[in-house]
C-alpha cells in the first residue's frame, strides 16, 4: 500500500514514495525546466512517476503546485511561476503514465501532511503558515483540506490587515502578506538601517554578505536596539494576523514553516505574548491555540501529495 | 419527526417547532428577565418548551445563543448580554425538562439555517454577515458550521482590517466590524454631516428623528453628494473585509442580514462593484463567489438551532 506524493516546484519536481503511516520509503528529483514550457513539465513529471515506481504499482498519485489548482477537474488554473494557465494536468499526467492524479495547493497539501502525520498529528484543526518570499497558507479542519468552493480557498496571505497599506503583489494594499513574509522583514530591516547607521545590523549584514531575514534577528542576539525595534514591528504585524486566523478558525494549532521560521523560539517566544495581548477570545475558553514551528521541512510537500491521494 | 429550535437573546426567548423540511409549524415567546439571574432565563427557556411541546416528544432541542458556546461540554462560556459566564446551560435544562440540548453561537445556527434551508440551500458553503449593531458572523462548510477548536471560531468581525484603526468593542484596534457594522455607518454619517452642513444628510435625519443607518442612503438617493461619499467609504471597507473572506473561504455564497442590509440591491450593486476590483483571485478560477442577502429573516435563529438538534 504505497502512494506516490509528487511536489512540483519552479525549479525542482521532487517525488517520493510514501507508505501507510506516512513515511517516505524512496525518493528521486528532477529539474522542472519551466523554460521549454507545459508538455516538458507534464513529461519531467512522468519520468519521475517511472523513475520511482521500479516495478511497483502505487495505490494513488497525488501532486503539490503553487497557484491555483482544480482538483475536480484536473486543471491547473494558474501557476505563474510554472508558466501554466488552465492547463489539464491530470489528463496529461494520465495519457504519459496512466495514473489519475488528484491536484492540490502546494501550501495546501504541505498543511495536510503536518496536521496528519507532523507537528499537528491527532489534532483538531491546523493552519500552516510559510513566511517565505510571500506568507503560504494551508488550512486543515478536522482533517480535511479547506479549499473551497474553486480550490482557491485558505489565501490567509492576501487578507488586508493595513487597509491602505504596503501595496501586495497581488493588486491589493496591506495584505498580511506584505506585512510578514521574509520579503517584509527585509523591507523593514532595510528602513531601519537606514534610520540608524550605528546600528549593529550594518555589521551583521556585511558579514552575511548582504540583507536578510536574519539580519535584524542576529543584532537583536547582540543587545541592538535598532534590530529590536525591527523585530518588534514584524512580530507586531505577525501577531495581527495570527490573532485574525484565531478569531476566524480557532484551530488548535497554529504551525509556522519557511524561512523567518528558522528563528525558532526568538520568533515564537515574543509573538506569543504579542497574540496574549490582542486575543480577546481566551479569557473565557479553556483551549488554546497552540504557535509552534513545523517539523516535516521540505517533506511535507512530498507527504501531503501522497496523502491527498490516499483520501479518495 | 419535529424539533424545537429556540434563539435566546438578551430581549426574548423565541422558540418554534420545525418539521423536517425546516419549517416552522408553531412557535412562542417570552421575555428573557436577564435581571433575574441565570437559574430565572433556564426557568423562562423550559416553560418555553413546556408551552410548545402540546403533548408532542420533541426528537431535539437546539438552542442558539449570544457569545461564546461549547457544545461538547453544554456551557456557555461567556454571553455578557445574558449575564452568563461559565453557566452550564445543558445541565440546567435537562434538569427541567429531561431534554439534553444542543448549543450553539446564535450567529452560526442562523448561518446554518440559511446555509440548508435559506438563501444557501444545496450552495456548497455559505458565511452570512450580520450588519447590525455588530458584524455576527457564521461559517457552514460543506454543510458543516465552523466552531473550531474550542466553539469560538467563525469571529470575522473581529479580523483586523486596518492595523491601528479604530477602537473595537473587543479591545483591538481596527477590526472588521468597528468599519463594517451599523455603529460604524453612522459614526461615518455624523462624521461626515459635521464636514458638511449643507448635506442633504440634515434633512434626512430631521424627517426620521435621528440619524440612523439609512441616512446616508436616503440622501444619496437624494443626489447628494455627501451622502455618496458616505456609503463610498462604508462600502470600501465592507468590500475590504468581504475580499478578505473570498480569499480565506472562498465560499459559494455570501449572505448579508441585520440593519444595512436592508438596504438590498442599493449596497450590494455598489458592493459587488468594489469586490470585483479587489479580488485578485477572479481571473483564472470559472466560479464566483456570489453576494445576496438572507431570505429567512428572525426565523434562521429558530430554525437553525432545530437543524443544530437534527445533526445528532
Same mark, same amino acid.
Given at each position: 500500500?504505497?502512494?506516490?506524493?509528487?511536489?512540483?516546484?519552479?525549479?525542482?519536481?521532487?517525488?517520493?514514495?510514501?507508505?501507510?503511516?506516512?513515511?517516505?520509503?524512496?525518493?528521486?528529483?528532477?529539474?522542472?525546466?519551466?523554460?521549454?514550457?507545459?508538455?516538458?513539465?507534464?513529461?519531467?513529471?512522468?519520468?519521475?512517476?517511472?523513475?520511482?515506481?521500479?516495478? %511497483?504499482?502505487?495505490? =494513488? #498519485? &497525488?501532486? $503539490?503546485?503553487?497557484?491555483? @489548482?482544480?482538483?475536480?477537474? /484536473?486543471?491547473?488554473?494558474?501557476?505563474?511561476?510554472?508558466?501554466?494557465?488552465?492547463?489539464?494536468?491530470?489528463?496529461?499526467?494520465?495519457?504519459?503514465?496512466?495514473?489519475?492524479?488528484?491536484?492540490?495547493?502546494?501550501?495546501?497539501?504541505?498543511?495536510?501532511? %503536518?496536521?496528519?502525520? =507532523? #507537528? &499537528?498529528? $491527532?489534532?483538531?484543526?491546523? @493552519?500552516?503558515?510559510?513566511? /517565505?518570499?510571500?506568507?503560504?497558507?494551508?488550512?486543515?479542519?478536522?482533517?480535511?483540506?479547506?479549499?473551497?468552493?474553486?480550490?482557491?480557498?485558505?489565501?490567509?496571505?492576501?487578507?488586508?490587515?493595513?487597509?491602505?497599506?504596503?501595496?501586495?503583489?497581488?493588486?491589493?494594499?496591506?495584505?498580511?502578506?506584505?506585512?510578514?513574509?521574509?520579503?517584509?522583514?527585509?523591507?523593514?530591516?532595510?528602513?531601519?538601517?537606514?534610520?540608524?547607521?550605528?546600528?549593529?545590523?550594518?555589521?551583521?549584514?556585511?558579514?552575511?554578505?548582504?540583507?536578510?531575514?536574519?539580519?535584524?534577528?542576529?543584532?537583536?542576539?547582540?543587545?541592538?536596539?535598532?534590530?529590536?525595534?525591527?523585530?518588534?514591528?514584524?512580530?507586531?504585524?505577525?501577531?495581527?494576523?495570527?490573532?485574525?486566523?484565531?478569531?476566524?478558525?480557532?484551530?488548535?494549532?497554529?504551525?509556522?514553516?519557511?524561512?523567518?521560521?528558522?528563528?525558532?523560539?526568538?520568533?515564537?517566544?515574543?509573538?506569543?505574548?504579542?497574540?496574549?495581548?490582542?486575543?480577546?477570545?481566551?479569557?473565557?475558553?479553556?483551549?488554546?491555540?497552540?504557535?509552534?514551528?513545523?517539523?516535516?521541512?521540505?517533506?511535507?510537500?512530498?507527504?501531503?501529495?501522497?496523502?491527498?491521494?490516499?483520501?479518495?
Amino acid at each position: 500500500m504505497s502512494y506516490l506524493g509528487i511536489d512540483l516546484g519552479g525549479t525542482n519536481i521532487k517525488g517520493g514514495v510514501v507508505n501507510g503511516a506516512g513515511e517516505i520509503v524512496r525518493e528521486a528529483s528532477r529539474p522542472t525546466h519551466v523554460e521549454q514550457g507545459p508538455d516538458a513539465i507534464a513529461d519531467g513529471i512522468a519520468a519521475l512517476v517511472r523513475e520511482l515506481e521500479q516495478g %511497483e504499482t502505487f495505490e =494513488g #498519485v &497525488g501532486l $503539490g503546485c503553487p497557484g491555483t @489548482v482544480d482538483d475536480e477537474t /484536473g486543471e491547473v488554473l494558474c501557476a505563474f511561476n510554472l508558466n501554466l494557465i488552465h492547463y489539464d494536468l491530470r489528463a496529461a499526467i494520465r495519457e504519459r503514465t496512466g495514473y489519475v492524479i488528484r491536484l492540490g495547493n502546494d501550501a495546501n497539501v504541505a498543511a495536510l501532511a %503536518e496536521a496528519k502525520v =507532523g #507537528v &499537528g498529528r $491527532g489534532a483538531h484543526s491546523v @493552519v500552516v503558515l510559510t513566511l /517565505g518570499t510571500g506568507v503560504g497558507c494551508g488550512v486543515v479542519l478536522e482533517g480535511k483540506m479547506l479549499t473551497g468552493y474553486t480550490g482557491a480557498a485558505s489565501e490567509l496571505g492576501h487578507m488586508v490587515i493595513r487597509e491602505d497599506g504596503y501595496p501586495c503583489t497581488c493588486g491589493r494594499k496591506g495584505c498580511f502578506e506584505a506585512y510578514s513574509s521574509a520579503t517584509a522583514l527585509i523591507r523593514m530591516t532595510k528602513e531601519e538601517m537606514e534610520r540608524s547607521p550605528d546600528s549593529a545590523m550594518h555589521a551583521v549584514a556585511k558579514e552575511n554578505g548582504g540583507v536578510d531575514g536574519r539580519t535584524a534577528f542576529t543584532a537583536k542576539e547582540r543587545g541592538d536596539a535598532a534590530g529590536a525595534a525591527v523585530v518588534a514591528e514584524y512580530v507586531k504585524y505577525l501577531a495581527s494576523g495570527v490573532t485574525n486566523v484565531i478569531n476566524i478558525f480557532f484551530p488548535e494549532i497554529i504551525a509556522f514553516s519557511g524561512g523567518v521560521a528558522n528563528q525558532g523560539e526568538a520568533l515564537l517566544v515574543p509573538l506569543r505574548e504579542e497574540v496574549a495581548k490582542q486575543d480577546f477570545g481566551r479569557k473565557y475558553v479553556k483551549k488554546f491555540t497552540r504557535l509552534v514551528n513545523c517539523t516535516l521541512g521540505y517533506q511535507s510537500g512530498i507527504i501531503g501529495a501522497a496523502l491527498l491521494a490516499q483520501d479518495q
